[in-house]
């Protein structure tokens, strides 16, 4: 079972496939783990490892991942964890595809380190649209679950982690004015309900200069034109 311990961090992820390596970041809010891809309305792991290095992760916390709760834990934690593990890999550029959560997590690693980061494929991404409650209960929920085993955070800790995470705007962890200014090519593919509102995906598409939305995906008769429209923007945007 790969573990990647960084200090009292550890991630478990897996890799599949050979070729361009590609970070998967998967849907399920605080629990983002590789099992969620298997409720997604299609997995990409099986679609894409034919042509590429699919690294698969369980983000600390969720799945077989683990790390202490900080009061000043938030999303800058989760993209230290996403660099540490393409350093330990030895991956100095990728594309990155992230669903739900996913999608914020992949517009933070472009932040913060832009020349690693290719292509971003963004799947129904998380935003803000009077439904922060939403987003807080779906917090609340997690730390529930999680709570038994963080004896280290008490209830001052849970909530500034929740602010940290959830009291932000947009897409809670970029701007809207860094996502006018992105330069890397991003691929959306349209939200649809509370947590990942369509004006939100639209927006994104809008602001960034290079980004193109795909409408419709989920249905399973557009599976098979939006899995090939995925794989001619990753194929498109690979170094050769």
């Given at each position: ?29 605080m629990r983002s783990s ?187 008769e557009h599976h098979a ?16």
């Amino acid at each position: 079972m790969p573990i990647f311990a960084r200090g009292d961090v550890k991630l478990y992820y897996e890799e599949h496939g050979k070729g361009f390596p590609l970070l998967l970041i998967a849907p399920g809010g605080m629990r983002s783990s590789i099992s969620f891809w298997d409720k997604a309305p299609w997995n990409p792991i099986p679609q894409l490892a034919p042509h590429y290095r699919v690294i698969a992760m369980d983000q600390r916390n969720a799945g077989q991942s683990f790390a202490p709760i900080r009061a000043t834990d938030g999303w800058q934690v989760y993209t230290e964890d996403q660099l540490a593990l393409l350093d330990h890999l030895g991956i100095e550029r990728c594309h990155v595809a992230g669903m739900c959560i996913g999608g914020s997590y992949c517009m933070g690693l472009i932040q913060a380190a832009p020349q690693r980061v290719v292509s971003a494929v963004l799947f129904q991404p998380i935003g803000l649209l009077n439904n922060r409650q939403a987003f807080f209960d779906m917090f609340d929920g997690w730390a529930k679950e999680q709570q038994p085993t963080h004896p280290e955070a008490d209830e001052k800790t849970w909530e500034a982690f929740k602010q940290n995470m959830y009291g932000g705007e947009f897409i809670f962890n970029v701007s809207r004015e860094f996502v006018a200014r992105c330069a890397t090519p991003l691929l959306v593919l349209l939200g649809n309900d509370i947590y990942h509102p369509a004006e939100i995906s639209r927006e994104i598409v809008a602001l960034a200069p290079h980004a193109t939305l795909i409408e419709h995906w989920k249905e399973p008769e557009h599976h098979a034109a939006a899995q090939a429209a995925v794989e001619r923007f990753l194929a498109q945007h690979t170094p050769r």
